[in-house]
């Protein structure tokens, strides 16, 4: 199989449509559908179907997927291999992180690379979805967990308590809220997340079905965005309200399970000098100020 050909049948086993796989390839769609053709023909055998739901695997697609897998594995290893031994402070580095945290941690940490080593690149993703290190769709991802890959390299940067928070606009307005009222009386919002559990939601372990829920979000960063302007009260990681000015509620209560934040890389890559230099700056980053 030759690996060009290999690399558009699994964007193409992996996105479904030719528009998304040329997309994820970085060619047109009809490269895709050329270089498909050419793999089918070379194998003897059709690797998709073509349905309403997009390109599907036959099953001689699912035999040849493993091989694929394994190549682009062994692809991919060379590839970090020959980086982990790169000295040089120049090149691109790609980093996965959410909003907030790039706002508030990582782009100053880019910000201090460039002064230092302005040849490095970096290529900055602040997607909801999950990137792939071992298929080097990332270098350095900033994660909210730690992950169970042995190949990959996980430090711990934060381990934030959760507080209820207010502008001190909202709470000029509408007064602190009584502890055991379940928020009569008051405007909440929440984190999307939180509202899919099996349990009835809360805030700091308070019910809320006496507030009025105002707002969800799937961002760390418009919840705080929504808070800082008053338009009701949340949960917010503690140093992260307070670099927004925020007004601590009830402070001896606390969501069960604290905000943490794991920066991860992996194990071929951490010794490359432009992912190090990356990952020093960012670890600084998350440094209590003062220290």
């Known amino acids: 199989m030759n690996w ?7 964007a193409l086993q992996r996105e479904r449509t030719l528009r998304q796989a040329a997309r994820v390839a970085g060619v047109d769609q009809a490269t895709v559908g050329r270089r498909l053709a050419a793999l089918e023909h070379a194998l003897g055998a059709t690797l998709f179907l ?5 390109y599907v695997l036959t099953p001689a697609g699912e035999n040849a997927l493993r091989s694929a897998e394994k190549m682009e594995k062994f692809a991919h290893d060379l590839v970090r291999q020959a980086q982990g031994a ?3 402070l120049a090149g691109e580095v790609k980093v996965a992180t959410t909003d907030s945290l790039a706002l508030e941690f990582v782009i100053p940490a880019i910000a201090r690379v460039h002064a230092e080593h302005p040849d490095v690149r970096v290529m900055l993703n602040t997607s909801t979805q999950m990137l792939n290190l071992a298929r080097r769709e990332a270098d350095i991802a900033i994660r909210n967990m730690k992950p169970e890959n042995l190949d990959l390299v996980a430090r711990r940067l934060a381990h934030w308590p959760v507080g209820l928070f207010a502008s001190p606009g909202y709470l000029a307005r509408r007064g602190t809220p009584a502890q055991a009222d379940a928020f009569a009386g008051h ?8 509202l899919h559990g099996s349990a ?17 979000a799937n961002s760390s960063l418009m919840l705080r965005s929504m808070i800082r302007t008053g338009m009701a009260i949340g949960e917010v990681p503690v140093p992260l309200a307070e670099r927004d000015g925020l007004v601590r509620i009830w402070p001896e209560r606390e969501r069960a399970g ?3 934040v794991w920066l991860v890389t992996h194990q071929d890559l951490r010794h490359t000098a432009r ?16 220290s």
């Open 200 to 216: 009835a939601p809360t805030l700091v372990g308070e019910p809320i079905h006496t507030g009025r829920l105002v707002a969800t």
């Open 4 to 10: 060009d050909d290999t690399r558009i049948f699994l």
């Open 187 to 194: 405007d909440l919002v929440m984190y999307q997340p939180f």
């Open 86 to 88: 790169d000295s040089r």
């Open 258 to 260: 604290r905000y943490e």
């Open 275 to 290: 992912v190090r230099a990356m990952i020093d700056s960012i670890v600084d980053a998350f440094q209590p100020r003062g």
């Open 50 to 54: 073509r349905t309403s739901e997009g």
